[in-house]
């Protein structure tokens, strides 16, 4: 329930999280802070086949506005995360953003401790676990896919069939149709060879269940200061700025990460 918990340096907030959902005080959480010369190089991680997220034919997206991110969610058609070593195929439910109050902050993981404004989440859980709910809290019962966002001096045009209906969902729970995008359209290199990062660990947001095999790509997204401030004139619950929806990184413990980067 939305009301439990919050980003708010207050009783509901990220240090408080695990008094209500106990697997937010776990030992694989996440976010986490990605620091490149402890990371395995592992000639065995294959690249990801990204090819039906092409598919828009038979797809719908509806944006909207959770109160704690923007989500957009996917029905009709499957799209399917294949390939990157994965124990399954993993189908697409929705994507969504974690932003700040200002470009220097917002992503959730980081690359030896440097911020990003913002950061995206494909998620997906595994095909033979039936949905979502159920794959929710089951080891390895998610995948999700991220990408950090850089500021740029120009605007990236291929947000703006995403941007151009956030005027209308300023206040929570309010949804918007949006026209099926391929998620890969916001890629400019090699769908064929995505880096990736690759480290198992958590929900960011409560109930922090420890099922998500996690790859955050190393190819970050571009977004000019105008379009990231959009993604700020969104409301929350509390007719607040909806903005710093991210949890701060969590302790890696005795995880590695690896990656498909030389
Ligand atoms: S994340 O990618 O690790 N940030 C959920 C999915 C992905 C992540 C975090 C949470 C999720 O589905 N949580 C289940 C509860 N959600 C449902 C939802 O549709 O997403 C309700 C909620 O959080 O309060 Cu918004
Ligand atoms: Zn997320």
Not at 88 to 104: A, S
Not at 183 to 197: E, V
Not at 250 to 256: G, K, M, S
């Amino acid at each position: 329930n939305a009301e439990e918990w919050s980003y708010e340096n207050t009783d509901t907030g990220p240090k408080h999280w695990k008094e209500h959902y106990p697997d937010c005080g776990g030992l694989m959480q996440s976010p986490i802070n990605i620091e490149s010369d402890k990371v395995l190089y592992d000639q065995n991680l294959n690249y990801f086949d990204l090819s039906s997220y092409s598919i828009t034919r038979g797809v719908n997206m509806t944006l909207v506005n959770k109160g704690h991110t923007a989500e957009v969610q996917y029905t009709g058609e499957d799209m399917i995360l294949k390939g990157g070593n994965l124990p399954d195929d993993y189908k697409l439910v929705q994507f969504h953003f974690h932003w700040g109050e200002d470009d220097i902050m917002g992503s959730e993981h980081l690359l030896n401790d440097e911020r990003f404004p913002m950061e995206m989440h494909l998620v997906h859980y595994q095909s033979k676990l039936f949905n979502f709910s159920n794959a929710l809290s089951h080891p390895f019962g998610l995948a999700v896919l991220g990408f950090l966002f850089e500021i740029s001096a120009e605007n990236n045009t291929q947000l703006d069939s995403l941007l151009q209906h956030f005027s209308k969902i300023e206040e929570p729970d309010i949804k918007a149709e949006i026209e099926p995008f391929p998620p890969t359209r916001l890629l400019s290199g090699n769908k064929d060879r995505l880096d990736f990062y690759r480290y198992f660990g958590s929900l960011t947001t409560p109930p922090c269940y420890e099922s998500v095999i996690w790859s955050l790509s190393t190819e970050f997204i571009p977004i000019s200061v105008p379009q990231m401030t959009l993604f700020r004139t969104l409301h929350n619950e509390k007719n607040e700025h909806l903005v710093n929806g991210y949890r701060p990184v969590q302790a890696l413990n005795h995880r590695l990460v690896t990656t498909t980067r030389r």
